[in-house]
């Protein structure tokens, strides 16, 4: 029988940290992963990319929307014929999971070896969270859903806003072990070992094409410097939920992570498939036109829609 975790949480709270440290407390035993990317490219799974790990991509929309599902249902039973020890899943930050009971229900019959549910871990922004807590539906119920709750970035909330969060998750969700972490640093066993399925009823999930915002992919040139590239960024941040992605500066690469105004350009070490970031809309707001002026203001030579 195979254990599967699902991995939630908005956009830029910490999933992909928290999966690499799962990945490595579990190296040497046979995990396969799901990786659920709301854009086209899925960079997620390129920052994740371990040898021996069997790891499926499900890319442009939400695993838990129309759009997308049947995908997930098909991923789901074929990584059913490994006898992993573990099936991580991580959903796009967007992702609604109130009908994963529903999935796993629905492929019950198909699996070579069963799945067991242990639940989900729910990772939330520390610093963000009140702020975005009731910014979509989809946010609130992956804390509802939750098993376990990490509270991600407690080293830049202080004492008053971590009870204001402690106080808001158990009005949410009273049941739900509540671990408060900088970087995810956890312990994996004690994370693991306390997490359980959700009490609560299964619901349809709010992910619909109709609702999901739009995604935008820019082209950058090896011409770019830092600063027109940084200017850029800085410029169209506003307008978006998360920018993310890997870029070619001169003869270096380098990778871009945005959340709201916090950003980090590091070096990256590997190749790079594409100089590409990929831009997520904030819902109602125009980012098509900030991203038009954002590139005439900083770098029309260099990067490009």
Avoid at 122 to 142: I, M, R, T, Y
Wanted: charged share 15%.
């Amino acid at each position: 029988m195979t254990q599967l975790i699902l991995l939630t949480g908005f956009l830029g709270t910490g999933k992909t940290t928290l999966m690499e440290r799962l990945l490595h407390y579990y190296g040497d035993s046979p995990v396969g992963v799901i990786v659920n990317e709301f854009g086209e490219i899925n960079i997620d799974a390129r920052l994740l990319e371990k040898d021996g790990t069997i790891m499926r991509e499900l890319s442009n929309g939400s695993i838990f929307c129309s759009c997308i599902k049947e995908n997930f249902i098909k991923a789901l039973i074929d990584m059913s014929s490994p006898n992993f020890e573990y099936l991580f899943i991580e959903a796009s930050g967007l992702a609604d999971p109130g009908n994963m009971q529903q999935i796993l229900q629905t492929i019950e019959p198909y699996t070579v070896h069963p799945y067991h549910y242990s639940g989900s871990i729910c990772v939330l922004d520390g610093e963000a969270f009140l702020e975005l807590k009731d910014l979509l539906p989809a946010v609130g119920n992956q804390l509802t859903q939750a098993g376990v709750v990490l509270v991600n970035k407690e080293d830049l909330i202080s004492p008053a806003i971590k009870a204001e969060i402690q106080a808001e998750v158990r009005k949410a969700n009273i049941q739900a072990p509540i671990y408060f972490t900088s970087y995810c640093n956890i312990d994996i066993n004690t994370l693991v070992m306390n997490l359980q399925p959700s009490k609560s009823a299964s619901l349809d999930s709010t992910n619909t094409p109709e609702n999901r915002p739009q995604t935008f992919i820019i082209k950058v040139l090896p011409s770019v410097t830092i600063n027109e590239l940084q200017g850029f960024l800085n410029f169209v941040a506003p307008y978006t939920y998360r920018i993310k992605g890997f870029v070619t500066v001169g003869d270096s690469n380098y990778s871009v992570s945005c959340v709201r105004s916090h950003m980090m350009i590091m070096p990256w070490p590997r190749d790079i498939p594409a100089s590409e970031i990929v831009l997520i809309s904030a819902v109602g707001i125009g980012l098509t036109g900030a991203i038009a002026d954002g590139i005439n203001m900083n770098a029309p030579k260099s990067i490009k829609l």
